[in-house]
Structure formats: C-alpha cells, structure tokens
C-alpha cells in the first residue's frame, strides 16, 4: 500500500468514516434508544459529527505535530490547525451523518451492509492514522520501533510503504 508523502497537507476525514459516521448514535436524552424518527436523526447526525470531528482532531493533531516539532509551527499555530480542520470536518460530517440517518430511517436494513462496508473505511482510518502518527517520529523513534518490531517478528516496511525508515 502506498501512499504520497507531503509534510505540508493536513488530511481530510471523508469517505472513510463516513459508513462509521452513519451506524454512529449518541443517546441524547439518555431514554436508551430513539422512540421516534426525529430523535433517531437528531442522535445520529450528533454521532456522526462527533465520529467525523474526532477522528479529524487526531489526523490534524498528528500531522501538525511533526510540523511542530521540526520548527515549521508552533503550539498556536498547531492549534488554530486543529480547530479549523475539525470545524470543517464538523460541517461535513453533519450532512453526511444527516443523509445517512434519513436513509436508514426509510431502509433500516441498510445498516448491515453499511456496517461491512463500514469497517473496510475504518481500515483506511487506521491505516491514514498509523501513517500520520509515523510522520510524527523522529529518526531515533523510528529506528527504537523498526528494531521492536524486528524482535517481535512484525515487519513495519510493509505497513509504511514509502516512508523514510530511519
């Protein structure tokens, strides 16, 4: 699996999540469950925004982290990052999570197929999440987890295709 490397574009949260964003419900009035079709889209649009904002927040985190620590930003700059990447992803997510919830309101068995497909986009989050996470490290870290994965038998090379191994 490769992957462009540019140290200067914060990745967006889009289709990835997405199937994850829909199935996603926070029980607002704590009744156990929506009893009706407005709360049942109301409490999925909310999980679904809070899926897209929060796994925004780690991308741009991890990503302006490696900025940060080569000097490029500083802490203010990082955080006006964050907020602004996850406002965005926020605005997204909501009508994203908006149309998936009406959608599974008329088809309610569209949420199986939406969760199988659903962890096929989580993949690729974790996937985008391991390589920013990676951007972030030093020379030093890379070498100190290249040679902890060699002695526990895990080859990083293959998950970190075309990143500097140090």
Known sequence: MSR????YRIPKARWEVAPAAGLAAIDINGNGGAWSGREFIGESTLGGVAVYAIYQALLTALRTEALRKRGEIDRP??????ASSVWESAKHGAVVSLVLSVVLLVFPWLGVPLALVGFVGLGKASVDLLHAFWDGLDDAQRQELH???FDA???LNRLLANAAVG
């Open 77 to 82: 700059t990082q955080v006006q990052a964050i």
């Open 4 to 7: 462009e490397i540019d140290p």
């Open 153 to 155: 038998g895990v080859n």
């Open 147 to 149: 040679r902890a994965a």
